[in-house]
């Protein structure tokens, strides 16, 4: 232990031993029991954190007041906070029940609209009307094999 | 309600949480802004404006990684360092404030005005060292002395590492020691003290 460690110490933690990391204390209070500018270093900072508890902080009246009255903004909520805070209401739930039901049939609807624009790589060349009436017709024209047995 | 409780109901606009905050911590952080600052009006403007970020930023709380105390201070903490480096160098004219002696008899009026009068000047000389740190040593020290944080948790608020607040508190108690020092040699003269000057 030397006098610059030791001064370094008691700069960090303070003149309190206490305050000391205890893996260091031991060696700490043997140097300070050896060394006179030790001891007189420990002093002098022990009067300097003295001294600066002494210098007081004056009350701030009204300013507690001040702070609880301050105007606040609204809290603006995000995007996603405030869709989910709408799809699951917490108040009359009974009530705003077609909320979610509506965001359930949401994926279906999507499904069958896709599903109808998109053709899937099985194209007809013919005009759609067209085309449904063949279908029909055909239908029509099938030998259904149920109706035989 | 915990603290983690309360910022919950923060997010959620409920002024009660917001208030109970206040109350907790309000003295903390206007004596922390005070220190730093020294003067009483920049003092209750910033603390007004620290509540203020807590109401608008309550979701960037994260109370796995801080205290809310800790998240506090260094709300304040920059919002005094943003202040000082707009401003300049704050000189604090506030007056400490004398001592509880009471002066029993005119006979002890003249001892009593000569250690009040020692005593304010110490404490003004003390008062002038600190003001003349740089803001980072006058912070560190006001967290670590002061405002009774850890090292980790007053590094966290200034948003250095622990060695570097270890470095700083170091060099503005050198620096304090050192003006002090200076400061009672070259008055020497003409103050007798009953405490040794640094």
């Known amino acids: 232990m030397k006098l610059g460690n ?12 206490a305050m000391w990391p205890e893996d260091l204390r031991e060696d700490l209070e043997a140097f300070l029991a050896k060394n006179e500018t030790a001891r007189s270093l420990l002093s002098e900072y022990s009067q300097l954190e003295q001294s600066l508890d002494k210098i007081a902080v004056p009350d701030f009246p009204g300013l507690e007041t001040r702070v609880l009255n301050q105007a606040l903004s609204p809290r ?11 799809l699951l ?11 979610p039901a509506l965001a359930a049939c949401l994926p279906l609807v999507f499904g069958i609209v896709l599903s109808n624009y998109y053709s899937f790589g099985i194209s007809s060349e013919v005009d759609e009307f067209d085309y449904w009436e063949d279908e029909l017709a055909m239908i029509a024209l099938t030998d259904i094999s149920e109706s035989e047995d | 309600m915990t603290d983690e409780e309360l910022m919950r109901a923060v997010c959620n606009g409920e002024q009660f949480a917001y208030q109970t905050i206040v109350k907790q911590h309000l003295k903390s952080i206007s004596h922390y802004a005070f220190r730093i600052l020294g003067n009483q009006k920049d003092t209750e403007d910033i603390t007004q404006e620290t509540f203020l970020k807590l ?10 990684k801080a205290k809310l105390s800790t998240w506090l201070h260094r709300i304040a903490h920059n919002l005094c360092i943003d202040y000082i480096r707009k401003h300049g160098s704050i000189q604090t004219l506030e007056n400490i404030e004398e001592g509880t002696d009471s002066i029993e008899s005119p006979r002890d009026w003249q001892d009593s ?14 008062k002038n060292a600190i003001n003349n740190l740089p803001e980072n040593q006058r912070s560190a020290l006001v967290l670590c002395h002061y405002s009774g944080f850890s090292q980790k948790e007053a590094a966290s608020i200034m ?9 700083v508190i170091t060099r503005a108690k050198r620096s ?10 070259n008055n020497g003269d003409e103050t007798t003290t009953s405490s040794g000057q640094m």
């Open chain 2, 55 to 64: 109401w608008i930023n309550a979701e960037k709380w994260q109370p796995e």
């Open chain 2, 159 to 167: 948003d250095i590492s622990v060695k570097a607040l270890e470095s």
């Open chain 1, 6 to 17: 030791f001064s370094q110490v008691i700069e960090i933690y303070g003149a309190d031993s």
């Open chain 2, 113 to 126: 005005y000569e250690v009040s009068e020692t005593r304010t000047q110490q404490d003004r000389l003390l």
């Open chain 1, 76 to 86: 603006q909520q995000s995007l996603f906070v405030s869709l989910i805070s709408w």
């Open chain 2, 176 to 185: 304090l020691r050192k003006q002090l020092g200076d400061t009672g040699n």
């Open chain 1, 89 to 99: 209401p917490t108040e009359n739930f009974g009530a705003n029940l077609w909320r």
